[in-house]
T-cell receptor, first 114, second 112 residues
Framework: NAGVTQTPKFRVLKTGQSMTLLCAQD?????MYWYRQDPGMGLRLIHY???????AKGEVPDGYNVSRLKKQNFLLGLESAAPSQTSVYFC?????????????FGEGSWLTVV | AQSVAQPEDQVNVAEGNPLTVKCTYS??????LFWYVQYPNRGLQFLLK??????LVKGSYGFEAEFNKSQTSFHLKKPSALVSDSALYFC??????????FGKGTMLLVSP
């Protein structure tokens, strides 16, 4: 039972390089999310998707792009990495609905930009 | 806008003693409240949630949380702490179709 899977788990980038983080979920969830976690700041929502082919901005979307071409996958892209994007990135997914459906998280991707 | 406050960066408790991790929230409409736990170098794991009904919610690993509407609080509790409970705990809130908003987290340290 894989749940939410993120790749890669660790990556070091040079400033200005680009990369894509891949998230896959096998729970048939409609909603998918990308968060970043920084010390003392909790989790902040970058972008999210309410279904295949749709995306929306979260709290801190600048410098990131996302795509949801397939229901089970949600990609997070950094076009030109900056040191401020050094963080731990978490993908998550949930069912559609207003009744407090539980969000399930992946194990995280540690990104360092030097 | 919705928000969550976890007023304590760290909570220290001795093993066997009761523990409380505090959370207050602000939201328009009826709140859906969550607690998650994060162990080192791991993702967040769901502990429990409040949607409606009984104000005392029971969750995983012996944890429970009490919803108090008048105080807009959702404190996490456990009657007897274990060393293995040491971790980072996050409170989160959503309302209606909104996305989930997290607090900054509280580090729980349980000493032997």
């Amino acid at each position: 039972n894989a749940g939410v899977t993120q790749t890669p788990k660790f990556r070091v980038l040079k400033t200005g390089q680009s990369m894509t983080l891949l998230c896959a979920q096998d729970m048939n969830h409609e909603y998918m999310y990308w968060y970043r976690q920084d010390p003392g700041m909790g989790l902040r929502l970058i972008h999210y998707s309410v279904g295949e082919g749709t995306t929306a901005k979260g709290e801190v979307p600048d410098g990131y792009n996302v795509s949801r071409l397939k229901k089970q996958n949600f990609l997070l892209g950094l076009e030109s990495a900056a040191p401020s994007q050094t963080s731990v990135y978490f993908c998550a997914s949930s069912y559609l609905g207003p009744d407090g459906n539980t969000i399930y998280f992946g194990e995280g991707s540690w990104l360092t930009v030097v | 806008a919705q928000s969550v406050a976890q007023p304590e960066d760290q909570v220290n408790v001795a093993e066997g003693n009761p523990l409380t991790v505090k959370c207050t929230y602000s939201v328009s409409g009826n709140p859906y409240l969550f607690w998650y736990v994060q162990y080192p170098n791991r993702g967040l794991q769901f502990l429990l949630k409040y949607i409606t009904g009984d104000n005392l919610v029971k969750g995983s690993y012996g944890f429970e949380a009490e919803f108090n509407k008048s105080q807009t609080s959702f404190h996490l509790k456990k009657p007897s702490a274990l060393v293995s409970d040491s971790a980072l705990y996050f409170c989160a809130v959503r309302s209606g179709y909104s996305t989930l908003t997290f607090g900054k987290g509280t580090m729980l340290l349980v000493s032997p």
